[in-house]
């Protein structure tokens, strides 16, 4: 099993609701910029929504207003809830999380194996 593990993707249909989630060691998680991509069939990985360490949210203009990204910090588990699902919005859904390690600013980057999500019309 990977460090990053997603769960709640399934087949829903359009305006239906899901709720992904991500769960990480808390040496991961804590201190963590966590973040949920996609990727629909034949194209590249987009950002959906990135939550920094200290609160700071991100959406992308196609999911404004419909997903909320939160985090659980004593499930050490990101949260991506998403309403009024579109067929747009089919992909596979990726986990990832970003720590820097040390003063000169390095990352270290990790993903999860992904979770489909799939909206029918």
């Known amino acids: 099993q990977g460090e990053l593990v997603e769960s709640g993707g399934g087949l829903v249909q359009s305006g239906g609701s899901l709720r992904l989630s991500c769960a990480a060691s808390?040496?991961?998680?804590?201190?963590?910029?966590m973040a949920w991509y996609r990727q629909a069939p034949g194209k590249g990985r987009d950002l959906v929504a990135r939550?920094?360490?200290?609160?700071?949210?991100h959406l992308a203009d196609s999911v404004k207003g419909r997903f909320t990204i939160s985090k659980d910090n004593a499930r050490n588990t990101l949260y991506l809830q998403m309403n009024s699902l579109k067929p747009e919005d089919t992909a596979v859904y990726y986990c990832?999380?970003?720590?820097?390690?040390?003063?000169?600013?390095?990352?270290?980057?990790?993903w999860g194996q992904g979770t489909l999500v799939t909206v029918s019309s």
């Open positions: 808390r040496r991961i998680f804590s201190g963590s910029t």
């Open positions: 990832y999380a970003v720590k820097v390690v040390n003063v000169e600013g390095t990352g270290v980057e990790r």
């Open positions: 939550l920094t360490s200290d609160g700071t949210t």
